[in-house]
């Protein structure tokens, strides 16, 4: 079992900090926003996406794959009552000469190894792609 720690403070009524290890991320908790910060929102969906170019990482040297860029971009739909996530879309796109069937099997191994994108599929679905740039 791998276990995980981040500590989170009030800064002031316009935002918090949170650390994990010796990284620091400024938070949106001003009820105003801040475009300065990401909110809890944008926090999650950065979540997933670095879950998903981690996952990437990972499985390109198993998979012998040749990658030369990868890009994640994410969007959520959210209710008001009560306040949830409905819909996460990603669109994941990679710069790759690989075939089609490979694309895809890379697709497949990034969400089912995905920690958070396995976290997130039992709570919200999760709908997208992984295309090649043109």
Known sequence: MTEYSVSARRIDS???LAVAKEAEVVLDTD????????????????ALAACMLKGIERVTPMLQF???GAEVALEAIRQDAPPKLTL????ITVESAE?????????????????????LSGA???????????
């Open 124 to 134: 919200v679905p999760l709908e997208g792609t992984l295309t090649r740039k043109v």
């Open 31 to 46: 009820m105003a926003g801040r475009r300065d910060a990401m909110n809890p929102v944008e926090l999650l969906l950065s």
């Open 88 to 91: 996460i879309r990603y669109q």
């Open 99 to 119: 075939t089609d069937q490979r694309l895809d099997l890379l697709h497949r191994n990034i969400l089912k190894y995905g920690t958070i994108s396995n976290t």
């Open 14 to 16: 316009h935002g918090s």
């Open 66 to 68: 040749q990658i030369d």
